[in-house]
């Protein structure tokens, strides 16, 4: 075998419930890997969650908890967030999973015996909420601190630090001469800019145990826990390595009996690592680094999306402006809030939710684009040929054809967005050929049966290539319109998307609305 397709997203934390912004970042990531299985290529998707720090430690301790406990309650509210999204992931990776923790202890042992972490004492201010060092940089002009820094204390502690400073040059070079190591551009630039702007400060990658113990402890020196950002980027290679990647092991775990290298799980290098726009220093500065210097490839591409706002104004639990993603799913259903979300914002800019928004989308483009198109297309091919598909008609094939391979395109290149609205000019051509060709009117004269024959062909047709194209953004209504089509395979392949594919004399099943109009009874 050869390596798979391998991308990931950010790894949510623990303590806190699913938001929009998660969603997003899951449905982004699932259409982009269920898009390359599509095509043919053996995508594995992992996701998971970071459940180490000190919030998840006080958080444990104020319900009365363990920390492990409290949090595989926590974790069981999450994958039942996934299963509500319809997200494919092929991996659930938790920082506090056994397999994980060895993984990254292998890894800081081989660091430190190589003499890239070293022990020394820092004195500073220490902002507790936010669980970070704070310099003069983060002084307000009047010396204090910002408010949203909580607490601000001074602090002196030792702690061990991961050297970073030997790396900047190299890394500049490769994001230089790789434009699509991050992505958007402007992101690309940003980094870049950081890079050269300033020397970079070594990574302070511990905490004292005595403070934090909800943390992996450090293999030489079991009186100090990983920070949590050495932790959490780690899982990117702590799972493809507990599933037997030769990469991974080779340069972490070269002697261990138990992982044993499998050529099936050939995923290192990550292809994409998806997250959004506040974390990506740690992705495209830290991460690579702490790559390279455990003697691992780096990732192919950091692709970074934009925050999600909700009426123009940042969500927020305590000001109640918020999305609650599970409920928009209770309420129209999991495709039209993939399709929403996709269609709304592209990867990269921000967004911005509005009900009024979501409904418009819903109205226009699924209940009367999409569902209306499929439902007429199939009711009037019951009705008027008893559901047997005719002989085979080219007529909408070319534009069909045209659009397909504009889809196939976007999708290669990650562009969604772009991608849909490729997908929605079939939609749009095949609604406004029903109003052209108005079988309504053929069936009623005989003389026009052929044409009706063509006419119905064509749309059917077109219904069967809209649920292969559609099949990453919206697999449920996909699989539903080959199940109405009375076809028993699934759409999950792209090569399906060629024109021709359903035959004369095929029977297809029933029609049943795909996103019921909000005047009607839900199916
Ligand atoms: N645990 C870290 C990530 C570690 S990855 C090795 C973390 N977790 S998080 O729960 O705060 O965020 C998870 C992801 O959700 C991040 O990529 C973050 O950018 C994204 N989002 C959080 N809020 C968001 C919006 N409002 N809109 C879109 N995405 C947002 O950071």
Known sequence: MSKRFYITTAIDYVNGLPHLGHAYEKVITDVIARARRAMGEGAFFLTGLDEHGQKVQQAAV???????????????????????????????????????????????????????????????????????????????????????????????????????????????????????????????????????????????????????????????????????????????????????????????????????????????????????????????????????????????????????????????????????????IDEWGVDAFRYYVVRELDIGPDGNWTDAGFQARYSAELANGLGNLVNRSLSMLKRYRRGVVPARSDELASEVGRAVDEAGAHLKANQLQAALVSIWTIVTRANLYVEQTKPFNLAKNPAQSKRLDDVLYNLAETCRILAVLLWPFVPASAEKIFGQLGLAESPKRLALASWGGLVAGHVIGEPVPLFPRKDQPKQ
């Open 62 to 328: 104020a319900d009365g908890k363990s920390p492990q406990a409290y949090c595989d309650e926590l974790a069981a509210i999450w994958k039942t967030f996934l299963g509500r999204l319809n997200v494919s992931n092929d991996d659930f990776i938790r920082t506090t999973d056994p397999r994980h923790k060895s993984l990254v202890q292998a890894m800081l042992a081989k660091l430190h015996a190589q003499g890239d972490i070293y022990q020394a004492s820092y004195s500073g201010f220490y902002s507790a909420k936010e669980e970070t060092f704070l310099t003069e940089k983060d002084r307000r002009p009047n010396g204090t601190f910002d408010p949203s820094w909580g607490e601000v204390v001074k602090l002196a502690e030792d702690n061990y630090y991961f050297k970073m400073g030997q790396h900047q040059a190299w890394l500049i070079d490769h994001i230089e001469k790789n434009l699509g190591f991050v992505q958007p551009d402007y992101r690309h630039n940003e980094v870049l800019g950081f890079l050269r702007s300033e020397p970079l400060q070594d990574l302070c990658i511990t905490r004292p145990a005595a403070r934090l113990s909800w943390g992996i402890p450090l293999p030489f020196n079991p009186a100090f826990v990983t920070y949590v950002w050495f932790d959490a980027l780690s899982n990117y290679i702590t799972s493809p390595g507990s599933l037997g990647d030769p990469t991974v092991l080779g340069a972490l775990d070269p002697n261990s009996a138990f992982r044993v290298p499998h050529s099936e799980s050939e995923l290192w290098p990550a292809d994409i690592h998806v997250i959004g726009k506040d974390i990506v220093k740690f992705h495209a500065v830290y991460w690579p680094i702490m790559l390279k210097a455990a003697g691992l490839p780096l990732p192919k591409q950091v692709l970074v999306h934009g925050w999600w706002q909700k009426d123009g104004a940042k969500m927020s639990k305590s000001t109640g402006n918020v999305v609650d993603p599970v409920a928009v």
